[in-house]
């Protein structure tokens, strides 16, 4: 897989109250790690960690591709995904605290405090190691000049024809939604302009009797 184009010149970007009515706006975009390093930013998104591809506004993102490395540390771990694409990407995969525990008595004097609990990775993954094929899915963000991956979600893909699938569908995904620029239809617009409609009460006519109103 090879890695998306510049954007071309003459895009139309929407203001970002279009975003609700973008294709890639509110789903998981298949993408490639060279794909993610070539979305660009621009003025007016920043600090919302909101890229673009073409005028495609992307803010989740999910990843197919080989664990070659591996880095724990207390509070995170750092892998690094390689899908053939041409370029690996750094995942960040969190961890949460542990739960608290119950107050204990304080050790007697001379005793070592017992170590703190370690941290717990966030989400959970089991059976990850090097050379584990994952599908992940995150948002983005830069972090010194580097763009990575912060998991959300992730799973080890079991057997080939599994990645297979994930396969064909970035390339479905690419065709028919990244393969083109965004046009918001016009329709779909003036509704999100006009907001919900408000119900105007209606107005009971009083009757009256035969002959007139008493």
């Known amino acids: 897989m090879t890695a998306a184009p510049p954007s071309p010149p003459g895009l139309t970007f929407y203001p970002a109250s279009h975003n609700v009515l973008s294709p ?37 993102v999910r990843l197919v591709g080989v664990l070659v490395a591996l880095e724990d540390y207390p509070r995170r771990t750092l892998l690094t995904l390689d899908d053939c694409s041409g370029a690996t990407i750094e995942i960040v995969w969190p961890k949460r605290p542990p739960p608290s525990t119950p107050l204990r008595a304080p050790p007697p004097a001379g005793t070592p405090a017992p170590a703190p609990p370690p941290w717990i990775p966030d989400p959970p993954l089991d059976g990850i190691d090097l050379g584990s094929v994952i599908k992940a899915k995150g948002t983005l963000s830069n972090f010194r000049g580097a763009r990575q991956l912060l998991l959300k979600r992730a799973a080890v893909i079991g057997d080939t024809n599994e990645e297979v699938r994930a396969w064909r569908e970035l390339s479905t995904f690419r065709a028919e939604v990244l393969a083109a620029p965004w046009v918001v239809d016009e329709e779909a617009a ?23 109103a008493r």
């Open 24 to 60: 890639t706006f509110n789903t998981w975009v298949k993408f490639t790690a060279a794909d993610v390093h070539g979305l660009e930013e621009r003025e007016g998104f920043e600090g919302q960690n909101i890229y673009f591809h073409l005028n495609h506004p992307i803010r989740y």
């Open 190 to 212: 003036r509704r999100l302009a006009e907001g919900p409609r408000r119900r105007r009460p209606r107005r009971r006519k009083r009757r009256t009797e035969e002959g007139g």
